[in-house]
């Protein structure tokens, strides 16, 4: 599919763009947790059954000629949670991605992962560098997994690196912008949260400042095409402004 088959989308440049098909989807996956629960199971049985979820939004995101896919997988904020839980999800990374790269490859998706890498175990490391080399050239879709992502954090660094290479220069919104975590991705067009809560949780802070909206009650182990579909039949309605009349 040709990117005027998709549409443009992202267009910054203000004056209301009206492509229907959002070019960059970012995704808050949240109420793994409160699925299993609801089984009786525990939180990493939910945490799988989310994975299951990721692996199909990917397929149909790809099918629906979305361009650029991104995720939310672990913030900054969640190594408060007991360390059962947070190890349980340490592990489903390693599975999830030994497993599922080739995969990914196959069907032509570059994948990258953003946030503060460094807090990973070393073998962690080597398949997510190896994952993004093997990837490189694909272009049906870009994968972003954002672990170990906070908002605040990636403005933070931002911030910092461009005080040190530039100390006492006037500092522009693109000299910033061109310091985050993943400066070619287009910023997202459409931002959905599913698990029903009404809140952002230091997601894309910077890159989310036009992006349009959808809350889904629906817990991330639910989601799937129609899901989607109801989330880009939403944003083909909306009317992006950016601030004009
Ligand atoms: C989202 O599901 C996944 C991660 C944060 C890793 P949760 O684990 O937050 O599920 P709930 O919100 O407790 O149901
Ligand atoms: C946001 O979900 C983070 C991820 C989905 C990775 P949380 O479950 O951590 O958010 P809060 O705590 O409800 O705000
Ligand atoms: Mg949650």
């Given at each position: 599919?040709?990117?005027?088959?998709?549409?443009?989308?992202?267009?910054?440049?203000?004056?209301?763009?009206?492509?229907?098909?959002?070019?960059?989807?970012?995704?808050?996956?949240?109420?793994?947790?409160?699925w299993?629960?609801?089984?009786?199971?525990?939180?990493?049985?939910?945490?799988?059954?989310?994975?299951?979820a990721?692996?199909?939004?990917?397929?149909?995101?790809?099918?629906?000629?979305?361009?650029?896919?991104?995720?939310?997988?672990?913030?900054?904020?969640?190594?408060?949670?007991?360390?059962?839980?947070v190890?349980?999800?340490?592990?489903?990374?390693?599975?999830y991605?030994?497993?599922?790269?080739s995969?990914?490859?196959?069907?032509?998706?570059?994948?990258?992962?953003?946030?503060?890498?460094?807090?990973?175990?070393?073998?962690?490391?080597?398949?997510?560098?190896?994952?993004?080399?093997?990837?490189?050239?694909?272009?049906?879709?870009?994968?972003?997994?954002?672990?170990?992502?906070?908002?605040?954090?990636?403005?933070?660094?931002?911030?910092?690196?461009?005080?040190?290479?530039?100390?006492?220069?006037?500092?522009?919104e693109?000299?910033?912008?061109?310091?985050?975590?993943?400066?070619?991705?287009?910023?997202?067009?459409?931002?959905?949260?599913?698990?029903?809560e009404?809140?952002?949780?230091?997601?894309?802070?910077?890159?989310?400042?036009?992006?349009?909206?959808?809350?889904?009650?629906?817990?991330?182990?639910?989601?799937?095409?129609?899901?989607?579909?109801?989330?880009?039949?939403?944003?083909?309605?909306?009317?992006?402004?950016?601030?004009?009349?």
């Open positions: 599919m040709t990117d005027s088959e998709r549409g443009t989308g992202s267009d910054q440049s203000g004056g209301g763009g009206d492509f229907s098909l959002p070019r960059h989807v970012a995704i808050v996956m949240d109420g793994n947790g409160r299993a629960k609801k089984r009786g199971l525990p939180r990493v049985i939910g945490h799988q059954a989310g994975m299951k990721l692996e199909r939004t990917i397929d149909n995101a790809k099918d629906l000629g979305i361009r650029y896919l991104s995720v939310y997988a672990f913030s900054t904020e969640n190594w408060k949670r007991a360390s059962s839980e190890q349980g999800l340490m592990g489903l990374f390693r599975y991605l030994k497993g599922k790269i995969q990914m490859h196959k069907r032509g998706a570059r994948v990258r992962f953003v946030g503060q890498l460094n807090a990973f175990p070393d073998d962690i490391l080597r398949i997510v560098t190896d994952a993004e080399e093997r990837t490189r050239g694909n272009s049906e879709i870009d994968v972003i997994f954002c672990v170990n992502y906070g908002g605040r954090q990636e403005i933070l660094d931002a911030v910092t690196s461009l005080v040190k290479s530039n100390p006492d220069g006037p500092i522009t693109e000299m910033l912008r061109n310091r985050l975590y993943a400066p070619d991705v287009p910023d997202p067009d459409l931002l959905i949260r599913t698990g029903g009404l809140r952002i949780s230091n997601f894309w802070l910077w890159e989310s400042a036009y992006s349009e909206y959808f809350f889904s009650d629906m817990y991330w182990p639910d989601f799937g095409r129609e899901e989607l579909k109801r989330a880009l039949d939403s944003y083909a309605e909306r009317d992006r402004r950016y601030g004009a009349a």
